[in-house]
């Protein structure tokens, strides 16, 4: 079965730089959510999308946006990176349209270091 | 507020021993809650999940959780645990049935030989 993709896997930037994560749900998936893991740390929400509107925001800082396109793909953009913005980048999507609750498939991260 | 607590941080056991990690919830009303597993380097992945119902919830790889309102736990179990059960555990949670999760900080299992 198809899974949640994200791209990079693996990403090296330099402080103040930008990078762009990129997330493909599962086909028919309408609804996109980011999380944010730090070392040793657990996941923390960073924000989510519902056919293409933002649904919920959680702790994401000003320097961070991000959108859902018409093909329900996601792109987080992260600026002026710090280095404590090193993590391992989780997306998870699900669908809501099927009515009901339902649980959310996390795709395998992208790696951000920044140095 | 709305939360999700894990018991235990670290925990060393042997082949075939069984496995209880504890996970409380602070949601009133309804309440989702989640059992992930993450395998070093690897995604998180699905164990098991309680929206309504049986409050005995059975998942992948013979683990089990038992959702008691009365003490507000979800408390993962397995009766005989592997070596390849070495990973670190999630419980979460959310307060509706599409947002967001909260997850708790993580049980670092050690099954040794």
């Known amino acids: 079965a198809a899974g949640v993709i994200q791209s990079p896997r693996h990403l090296i930037k330099e402080k103040r730089e930008t990078a762009t994560l990129k997330c493909y749900p599962i086909?028919?998936?309408?609804?996109v959510y980011w999380y944010q893991q730090g070392p040793g740390q657990d996941p923390q929400f960073l924000i989510s999308?519902?056919?293409?509107?933002?649904?919920d925001k959680g702790s994401i800082p000003d320097r961070f946006s991000a959108q859902q396109f018409s093909d329900y793909h996601s792109e987080l953009n992260m600026s002026s990176l710090e280095l404590g913005d090193s993590a391992l980048y989780f997306c998870?999507?699900?669908?809501?349209?099927?009515?009901?609750?339902?649980?959310?498939?996390f795709g395998p991260g992208t790696r951000l270091t920044v140095t | 507020a709305q939360s999700v607590s894990q018991h235990n941080h670290h925990v060393i056991l042997s082949e075939a021993a069984s496995l209880e990690l504890g996970c409380n919830y602070s949601?009133?009303?309804?309440?989702?809650l989640f059992w992930y597993v993450q395998y070093p380097g690897q995604h998180l992945q699905l164990l098991l999940k309680?929206?309504?119902?049986?409050?005995l919830v059975k998942g992948i790889k013979g683990f089990e959780a038992e959702f008691i309102k009365s003490k507000f736990s979800f408390n993962l179990r397995k009766p005989s645990v592997q070596w390849s059960d070495t990973a670190e555990y999630f419980c979460?949670?959310?307060?509706?049935?599409?947002?967001?999760?909260?997850f708790g900080a993580g049980t670092q299992v050690v099954v040794t030989p």
């Open positions: 086909p028919r998936h309408d609804t």
């Open positions: 998870a999507s699900s669908r809501r349209g099927g009515g009901g609750p339902g649980e959310q498939y």
């Open positions: 309680y929206f309504s119902g049986d409050p």
């Open positions: 949601y009133g009303g309804t309440v989702n």
């Open positions: 979460a949670g959310r307060g509706d049935s599409w947002g967001k999760l909260q």
């Open positions: 999308f519902y056919e293409k509107m933002q649904s």
